[in-house]
């Protein structure tokens, strides 16, 4: 392992098989969802094969030599400029424990949402090598380890997810692909110009002793290589920085989404194809809260520790808000898509603890709400495919009908509310144990434990309207789940009751490099001007 460049074996790999498929006649439509499938299959192969090499003792986070699978080489380098000197950025990629798990979650998603793409009828060729460009864009943004590559891959997902969206969608495809890009594109925005504020203000020690401007995520981290004039500078006293952190926080929280920028999520999941609704719930979303754990949370971490209050109260908001909003649904789909903004609320509470207990709960959050989610939106797809409708009040004992499938929305339904024995409840748990224990915001967590009440409201209530009480004979002709859609809730159900038993197989990978995380940011002062260059 240490000479194969699995990072970018399992980041490129979709790249690779989207060429090909570019190259494939249109007609051979089988051929094209089998290789696709099996590309994206490969992937879970070499995550599965990272996860077993892992080394657990490793902290990563802001220590270079520990974090694992390291590719570096210069990608590029301009020198001659007028006043910048010269530009170099590198190729850098590796992982920790906070991106050990979100690896495998895309890798895992990806695959699954490529079985339930088999029902894509429309311009199959095109689909495919989107749907695989797309699956390459969400792997680098984990692997990721140099702010400009990092932003490279962030782009690289906004484009075929609008296409995928704006062709393959619903009625309102369009306005809900535009409203996805422009969203999205606002906040990177915002993202660019804190990079490159940054990339101005640090610098890190080249091979040949000298130093340069660098985009090197782990040299951004440390304060002892910031200029003392740099814009963006710990002690420089007219910085921008808290500016800057507002700027990139929002950048991310669009993506989570975070009240009030949530508005784009119901509209793209209810025009989106089930399998991109899938990809959005179990990944994309999962990008903002990793940014900030990722590039807030260590880069300016005396800011964190002024607004985590705030980020406490945010979270507090998306858990009750999202929950109402999706009370008050009718349409199956949107009830799921609110319920995701409520459940990342977990996430950010957890994140705002600043914590061990508090941000592993967040990132297991995190992966657990990706597997559950994603199950929540294909079975809405599956019953949607049947019967062409997905208002809750057109169905009615559905389970008498077809109990297999029943068996599973129940499973999936449970893992949501957070039952004891499923992933859900774990995750959940440590976010509430590590904001519980921080005093300023313990009247919010005790607020946000509202979340369960009215999860299970939503759940239940949906529950009962569809799959429960009298057979509604309308949908006598339904047919019970095939051996593709088997193949789509085995795994997931197995991974919801395997992490629900034994957590430790995740908690143990990212355990670490959180607590690294956490004293790193704990050790950092308020103020930066007492730290020699």
């Known amino acids: 392992m240490a000479y194969f460049p699995i990072l970018s074996f399992i980041t490129f790999l979709p790249i690779l098989g989207m060429l090909i498929i570019l190259c494939i006649p249109g007609k051979q439509e089988k051929f094209i969802k089998v290789f696709s499938a099996v590309i994206t299959g490969l992937q879970v192969l070499l995550a599965g094969i990272i996860l077993n090499s892992y080394n657990y003792s490793l902290p990563g986070v802001f220590h270079q030599n520990s974090y694992q699978f390291i590719e570096k080489f210069r990608w590029i380098e301009i020198s001659g400029l ?16 906070i991106s050990a798990p979100m690896v495998l979650l895309t890798a895992l998603i990806s695959f699954i949402a490529t079985l339930s793409s088999w029902n894509i009828s429309k311009s199959i060729k095109g689909y495919f090598a989107l749907f695989l460009l797309l699956d390459a864009g969400m792997m680098g943004v984990f692997v990721a380890l140099d702010f400009f590559l990092f932003y490279v891959f962030w782009e690289l997902m906004l484009l075929p997810m609008y296409f995928l969206i704006g062709i393959w969608g619903g009625p309102r495809k369009e306005y809900a692909a535009i409203k996805f890009f422009i969203y999205t594109l606002f906040g990177s925005v915002f993202m660019l110009l804190v990079m490159i504020g940054l990339y101005f203000s640090c610098t890190e020690v080249l091979a040949n002793g000298t130093r340069a401007f660098t985009f090197n995520l782990i040299a951004l981290m440390d304060p002892k290589n910031y200029t003392a004039t740099g814009i963006l500078s710990p002690f420089n006293p007219g910085n921008l ?182 992933s859900g409840f774990i995750s959940e748990s440590f976010v509430f144990l590590g904001a519980f224990s921080v005093s300023s915001i313990r009247i919010i967590t005790i607020v ?72 790193f940011m704990n050790k950092m002062p308020a103020s930066f001007s007492a730290l020699k260059f």
Not at 84 to 97: E, M, Q, S
């Open 82 to 97: 007028s006043w910048i000197g010269t530009i170099k950025i590198d190729y850098f990629l590796g992982i920790d424990g």
């Open 241 to 422: 920085r808290f500016a800057a952190y507002i700027a990139l926080f929002v950048g991310f929280a669009i993506k989570i989404p975070m009240f009030p920028f949530h508005t784009w999520l119901p509209d793209a999941h209810v025009e989106a194809p089930t399998p991109i609704s899938v990809i959005l719930a179990g990944v994309l979303l999962k990008m903002g809260t990793y940014g900030i754990i990722r590039i807030c949370f260590p880069i300016f971490p005396e800011i964190t520790r002024q607004v985590a209050w705030y980020i406490a109260l945010f979270g507090a908001i998306n858990i009750v808000y999202g929950a109402l909003c999706a009370m008050a649904q009718k349409d199956f789909k949107k009830l799921i898509a609110y319920s995701s903004v409520s459940h990342m609320g977990y996430v950010l509470l957890g994140m705002a603890s600043l914590t061990t207990v508090g941000i592993n709960g967040a990132i297991f959050q995190m992966f657990n709400h990706g597997t559950i989610t994603a199950m929540l939106f294909l079975l809405v797809g599956v019953i949607y495919d049947r019967a062409h409708t997905r208002g809750l009040d057109d169905f009615g004992g559905l389970a008498l009908k077809m109990p297999m499938y029943a068996g599973f929305v129940t499973v999936a339904f449970f893992a949501a509310i957070g039952l004891p024995s499923m």
């Open 448 to 519: 946000s434990t509202l979340g369960i009440l009215l999860g299970a409201s939503y759940m239940l209530w949906a529950l009962q309207r569809v799959y429960l009480g009298k057979f509604n004979e309308k949908w006598s002709a339904l047919t019970d789940l095939d051996a593709r859609e088997y193949a789509m809730f085995i795994p997931l159900t197995i991974i919801i009751f395997i992490l629900g038993i034994y957590p430790s197989f995740m908690l143990n990978i990212m355990n670490t490099s959180v607590n690294s995380l956490v004293d």
